[in-house]
């Protein structure tokens, strides 16, 4: 069993930064590929970006390439989400998710979902 915890969520403007973490419990995280995936209101949840499990290979939505960065750290348990050049677009509840082992874009392929965090840039 996997518990996942996001933070780091908040108000901020557009352009700028914000870092998401997502701590995890579980001795068997390190095996696990990690996603980010986000939904705002009214919409469906969608991928974000994701690692596999020895953060080899990375992938994320075409409209965060070059301006967000997946990245995790196996001793500490813990998966983040560096996100710059922050738009208005982007203002949706954050959700990190484990499973699998390589870099999965769909949701249903993950086993174990964090509570979720809120991310809000204003223009």
């Known amino acids: 069993q996997v518990h996942l915890v996001e933070s780091g969520g908040g108000l901020v403007q557009a352009g700028g930064s914000l870092r998401l973490a997502c701590a995890a419990s579980?001795?068997?995280?390190?095996?696990?590929?990690k996603g980010w995936f986000r939904q705002a209101p009214g919409k469906e949840r969608e991928f974000v970006a994701a690692?596999?499990?020895?953060?080899?290979?990375?992938n994320y939505r075409d409209s965060v390439k070059g301006r967000f960065t997946i990245s995790r750290d196996n001793a500490k348990n813990t998966v983040y989400l560096q996100m710059n050049s922050l738009k208005p677009e982007d203002t949706a509840v954050y959700y990190c998710?484990?499973?699998?082992?390589?870099?999965?874009?769909?949701?249903?392929?993950?086993?174990?979902w964090g509570q979720g965090t809120q991310v809000t840039v204003s223009s």
């Open positions: 579980g001795q068997t995280f390190s095996s696990y590929a």
């Open positions: 690692i596999s499990w020895s953060g080899g290979n990375r």
């Open positions: 998710a484990a499973g699998g082992e390589d870099v999965i874009t769909t949701a249903q392929r993950y086993d174990y």
